[in-house]
């Protein structure tokens, strides 16, 4: 018998027959009526159970999963393929002309209703039970699931999320590392994925066959928990203070932080005078404020493009939150108060300490008016094709000014503007490229950003010119005032040539509309170097 290969009842996929047994998904997650009433805006979770045999584990994992789900306040709902009656087989041209029996119509119901999606199943032979493979054929059909436009396809399910508990008997590590998580990666990616449902995590329990009764109670305990989860059930006061943290963490995207102030640091550095520590804290503040309030109206005003965005990744697509059940828009709303009270009592407390507080007023309000019009009407620049001229602006010379002017100097030095506008040629490259997952789904969001006003080739052509002007720029900051050296150009030319290369083997390619993961990765750590190659020789 192979490992994870479909065994008989009697092979360790059940839970114990000893030690207290918890009650199968049939019983707990039945279609009945909850203990309680839940609020009218609660999570609406459906629990698909893919194991093809009543009273497994996967069983028992299932009712624990909804047991915990709806006692933290959900509404569950839940699908079970063994007690389903239905062909599994596509025998019609397409799944959308094969009428659906009534336990699928039942089932595809509930998937349209439902926010989030929590799929428990065994792994067999690296992947799911044919059963539930043929659920998936028949339910996801095209016209419900997604669509196909001039060659593309276009998930409908959006923005539903969906999380993935699978048993399995191979060893975790290898099952990812070695095997390359199969099963795993093809629900998750090319089929959910697909179909605009975003996988937010996949949990696993191995190995049943060589488990005892106190390791799979463990199992039960830890499925009851991860339904807890999906809601605000009952924490105690570190725990849940700890959850509030994560959830805002995840929400500001505090990666794209450190660059700006990196580059804030530099305006600062470049005055010769001694460092106004006061003006330098208060400016920051001020700076990584209005940074939060602007990322969170990114993901408010850009909802509808990043909701059908197939091609999300962590530098593309926004930041989520709203899409996988984490905050309300309300909560957004309130967040990006908070923020901009922030940033307001910082700049007040600012221009009592600067000697240049009208300058710092101007450079602050011109920041704020850029950085909010990203997507606030009625500037919305990213939607008129300006998104990613602005972006470099506020990281390149808008926030190294500020951090320069706070410290009281002159609008009218040279040696600011020079390092700023390079850091705004570096930026350019990185910006426009994440306008290219992104395509489809700005055109369905009717965001008219540079790369849809473009098409996506005229973009990475356009973002090769500015990477290369960009390696030029870093040449003559060699020479130039600015303290840089020889070692920005050591490094910045020859990643810019590997960039170059890259973006010409994806146009030789068809420049295909996809992830393009290595190619942003690069590009975000060559405008690392135009900040902390300076940073280092300045300090």
């Known amino acids: 018998m192979s490992l994870d ?20 998904a ?12 839940p609020a009218p805006d609660a999570p609406r979770l459906l629990v698909i159970l893919g194991h093809p045999r009543p009273g497994s584990l996967c069983s028992a994992l299932a009712g624990a999963y909804v047991e915990g789900a709806r006692e933290a306040g959900c509404v569950v709902e839940v699908v079970d393929l063994a007690t389903m009656t239905f062909d599994a087989d596509v025998t019609a041209s397409s799944p ?16 349209d209703w439902a926010q989030h999606l929590v799929f428990v199943f065994p792994n067999w032979w690296g992947t799911m039970p044919a059963r539930l493979k043929g659920f998936l054929d028949r339910v996801l059909y095209p016209g419900f699931a997604f669509r196909e436009e001039g060659g593309h396809y276009y998930g409908m399910l959006a923005p539903r999320t969906a999380e993935l508990l ?6 975790p590590a290898v099952y990812r ?58 924490r105690g006061p570190v725990q849940g203070q700890l959850h509030a943290v994560g959830r805002w963490l995840k929400a500001v995207r505090p990666q794209f932080y450190p660059m700006s102030a990196l580059a804030y640091t530099l305006g600062a550095l470049l005055m ?47 930041g989520r939150s709203l899409h996988e059940g984490g905050f309300s828009r309300a909560e957004m709303w309130r967040g990006t108060g908070v923020a901009l009270g922030v940033s307001a009592a910082a700049t007040a407390a600012l221009l009592l300490v600067t000697p240049a507080p009208l300058v710092v007023l101007a450079v602050l309000m011109v920041l704020a ?18 998104g990613e001229l602005d972006v470099a602006l506020t990281h390149g010379p808008g926030v190294l000014l500020l951090g320069y002017v706070a410290q009281g100097g002159a609008l009218s030095a ?77 490094i910045a030319l020859p990643h810019a040539a590997l960039l170059l290369w890259l973006m010409r083997r994806y146009l030789d390619e068809g420049a295909p509309e996809r992830r393009i993961d290595l190619l942003m990765g690069l590009g975000l750590l060559y405008i690392a170097w135009f900040v902390i190659v300076p940073f280092i020789a300045m300090i």
């Open 5 to 24: 290969a479909p065994a008989p009842e009697t092979r360790a996929d059940a839970p114990a027959a000893t030690g207290p047994e918890p009650r199968p």
């Open 26 to 37: 049939a019983e707990v997650a039945g279609y009945g009526t909850p203990v309680f009433s």
């Open 96 to 111: 959308a002309h094969q009428p659906l029996e009534p336990d699928l119509e039942r089932a595809r119901d509930l998937v």
């Open 166 to 171: 699978i048993t399995m008997d191979v060893p």
């Open 177 to 234: 590392w070695i095997q390359g998580a199969p099963g795993a990666k093809s629900l998750s990616r090319a089929t959910l994925g697909l179909c605009g449902i975003t996988t937010v995590a996949v949990n696993t329990f191995a190995a049943p066959s060589h488990s005892d009764q106190p390791t799979r109670e463990g199992w039960i305990r830890e499925a009851h928990a991860l339904g807890a989860s999906r809601a605000d059930g009952p």
């Open 272 to 318: 010769p005078a001694p460092l106004n520590l006061w003006a330098f804290f208060l400016g920051l503040v001020a700076m990584v404020a209005l940074k939060v309030a602007t990322v969170l109206t990114n993901d408010l005003h850009d909802y509808e493009s990043d909701a059908r965005n197939r091609f999300w990744s962590p530098f593309n697509g926004g």
């Open 369 to 386: 008016v850029l950085a909010l019009g990203y997507t606030i009407p009625p500037l919305k620049l990213s939607h008129r094709g300006l």
């Open 414 to 490: 040279g040696q600011p503007w020079l390092l700023a506008g390079v850091i705004a040629l570096a930026v350019l490259p990185a910006i426009i490229l994440s306008g290219v997952p992104d395509y489809s789904a700005d055109i369905e969001g009717d965001k008219s950003t540079l790369v849809v006003k473009l098409g996506i080739v005229p973009s990475v052509r356009l973002a090769m010119v500015f990477l290369a002007l960009s390696a030029i720029g870093a040449l003559v900051l060699a020479f130039s005032p600015v303290p840089v050296g020889l070692a920005l150009p050591l």
